[in-house]
């Protein structure tokens, strides 16, 4: 019956237990995040325990980034667009200085971004990060293994038999 204008902030208690109590709202926002009318509520929890955690923790701590990818999905079924956009960037620069600006871990936030920037409308940006991303695998991977699987005929492996005793028709 809470209303959920603000955040939850737990005003008491220990470390550990406003840790625990973010955990719990975790778990019981990702429930609802999976029913079907159960939206709001898992965008009330959720919220609350990425705001304990980053408090807490930090934006950069990877329990508080690991709440992006429950919560920002919670947003963007909601419309909420503006709000997922903020938390995948805030998801973005903590792994980016965790993990290096070229890391291809990076690719997933991009991916995600690209998807919000797409359902603004924004298709340049979109199409920017895509070749951004390009660039970080071009980059961990070389562009001679990359460009060799951009243009990899991918029909011989359609066509391949199954195993060596079930061969498929032509």
Sequence with gaps: ARKHARAYEPSDGARETQLATAKNMASLGAFYSMRENGAYAAAGLLSSAYQIRAKLLGAEHQDTVQL?????????????????????????????????????????????LTGIYEKQGRLTEAQALQEHMRNLFRDAFGSQ?????????????????????????V
């Design 145 to 169: 293994r990359y460009a060799a699987n951009r243009e990899r005929d991918r029909r011989e492996d359609i066509n391949r038999p199954v195993s060596q005793q079930f061969l498929l028709d």
């Design 68 to 112: 992006t990818l429950v919560l920002g999905p919670v947003y963007a079924g909601m419309g909420r667009l503006d709000d997922a956009e903020k938390l995948y960037l805030d998801a973005f620069h903590a792994q980016e200085q965790v993990k290096g600006a070229n890391s291809p871990d990076l690719s997933l936030y991009i991916k995600l």
